[in-house]
C-alpha cells in the first residue's frame, strides 16, 4: 500500500501560532527553516554559542540571536540544527540543563537519536522534519512558492508531537510538495548508506575511476572530464526528472545498449556485496562510532583524505574547463565551514 502524502490541508500553522520556536544553529538547514518559518508568520529566535561567525549573519537577516542555553530556556519548539558530531557536546553543556516538560525537541537527521549520543528525557518530545534538499535550496523553493519534500518523524510525544512535526513542515514549505512519514531508525540508516554507496561516496569515487581510466589510456584529461563528470550531471537530471527508464528513452540507442550490457558488468555483484557490509556497519552502529571517534581524535584521516581529493588531477581540470563556461555558476568552496 502506498504511503501517505500529507499536504497543507493536512497540517494546521496554527499549532505553533502561539509557541516561541528556536533554531540552535544558522548553517545549511538552520538559515533555511528559520526564514522560512518567520515568513510563514512564526516567532523564531536563534540560539549560538558566543563567538560563533553566524551571529552577525543571523543579526544581518533580523533575528534575535541568543546564547544557546537561553534559546532553549525560552522556546516551545527547539530545533537542533547543529552538526552530528557537535550535537552531544551541545545537548549536555546548553541543551539539557534548560530542557523542561513539554518542550519539543525537532531535528533534520535521526544519527543523534538513533544512535543514542543524545538521550532526551521522556516527558519533551522528539520529532524529526527532514527536507530532502539542501538548505538553500529549501529557502529558494519557499521564496518560489513551492517546497521541497520533507521526511517526519515522531521518537517520542504521540499525537501532540505528530501535529507539531506537520506544522513545522507546512512553516518550511514542506507540505506544499509532499510530506512522507518514518522512523528515526530508517531515515537515519537509509540516509548514511545513500550518501556512503550511491550519491557521494559511491558516485565520487566512480567518477574518478573514470577518469584515470581514460588518461592512464592515454586520453587527454580534458576528454577525460567531459566525459566521466561534466555530463554526468545530464544523465542524472533526466533521471531524478523522469526515472532510469526515462533517461533512457532520451539518450541514443547505442548510448541504451553501453548501459543495460555493460553497466552490469561495472557495477556488479560484487559491488552490491560490499554495499551490503556498507549498510550491516551503519545497522550495526559501527560507522557512527568510529565517526564520532574521529571528531573526538580532531577529524586527522577525515581532513587527509579530504586534502589528497582535492588535490586529485580532475579538480584542476574541472576549474580550467569551469572557467570556459560562462553560463555556469562559479562556486568557491575553499574555507567554507558548516556554522552553527
Known amino acids: 500500500m502506498p504511503a501517505k502524502v500529507y499536504t497543507d490541508q493536512d497540517a494546521d500553522l496554527d499549532v505553533l501560532k502561539n509557541k516561541t520556536l528556536a533554531v540552535l544553529g544558522f548553517g545549511s538547514q538552520g538559515h533555511a527553516h528559520a526564514l522560512n518559518l518567520r515568513d510563514s508568520g512564526l516567532g523564531v529566535i536563534i540560539g549560538l554559542y558566543d563567538g560563533s561567525k553566524s ?15 537561553e534559546a532553549v530556556r525560552r522556546a516551545d519548539v527547539i530545533m537542533v540544527a547543529l552538526p552530528d558530531t557537535k550535537q552531544a557536546a551541545a545537548y549536555a553543556k546548553d541543551i539539557a540543563p534548560n530542557l523542561r516538560k513539554g518542550k519539543t525537541l525537532l531535528f533534520s537527521h535521526g544519527f543523534s537519536i538513533h544512535f543514542k549520543t543524545v538521550v532526551p528525557p521522556k516527558d519533551v518530545n522528539v520529532i ?19 517546497g521541497v519534500p520533507c521526511l517526519i518523524a515522531v521518537y517520542q510525544g504521540g499525537k501532540e508531537a505528530r501535529q507539531i512535526a506537520l506544522a513545522w513542515a507546512r512553516g518550511i514549505g514542506g507540505t506544499r510538495a509532499g510530506v512522507l512519514e518514518t522512523n528515526f531508525k530508517e531515515e537515519t540508516e537509509t540516509d548514511l548508506f545513500g550518501e556512503q554507496t550511491v550519491l557521494c ?11 584515470e581510466t581514460l588518461v592512464e589510456a592515454g586520453y587527454s584529461p ?22 532510469i527508464s526515462g533517461m533512457r528513452f532520451s539518450i541514443s540507442e547505442t548510448a541504451k545498449w553501453g548501459d543495460v550490457s555493460v553497466g552490469p558488468k561495472i557495477i556488479d555483484a560484487s559491488v552490491k556485496k560490499r554495499m551490503k557490509a556498507a549498510l550491516k556497519d551503519i545497522q550495526s552502529g559501527k560507522f557512527a562510532r568510529e565517526w564520532v571517534g574521529e571528531y573526538q581524535t580532531g577529524y586527522k584521516r577525515y581532513n ?10 580532475i579538480e584542476k581540470v574541472g576549474a580550467r574547463l569551469r572557467g570556459l563556461m560562462p553560463w555556469m ?3 568557491n568552496i575553499k574555507g567554507a565551514q558548516a556554522a552553527y
Open 329 to 331: 555558476q562559479k562556486k
Open 201 to 211: 561516496g559511491g558516485c565520487s569515487a566512480l567518477v574518478q575511476a573514470g577518469f
Open 128 to 146: 524529526m522534519v527532514a527536507p530532502k534538499g539542501p538548505g538553500h535550496i529549501v529557502r529558494r523553493q519557499y521564496t518560489e512558492g513551492k
Open 222 to 243: 580534458e576528454m577525460a572530464y567531459f566525459e566521466c563528470l561534466h555530463e554526468l550531471k545530464l544523465i542524472v537530471d533526466l533521471m531524478n526528472e523522469a526515472g
Open 304 to 313: 587527509a583524505l579530504l586534502n589528497k581529493g582535492a588535490k586529485h588531477p
Open 55 to 69: 551571529i552577525p549573519v543571523a543579526q544581518q537577516k533580523g533575528f534575535e540571536v541568543v546564547p544557546t542555553g
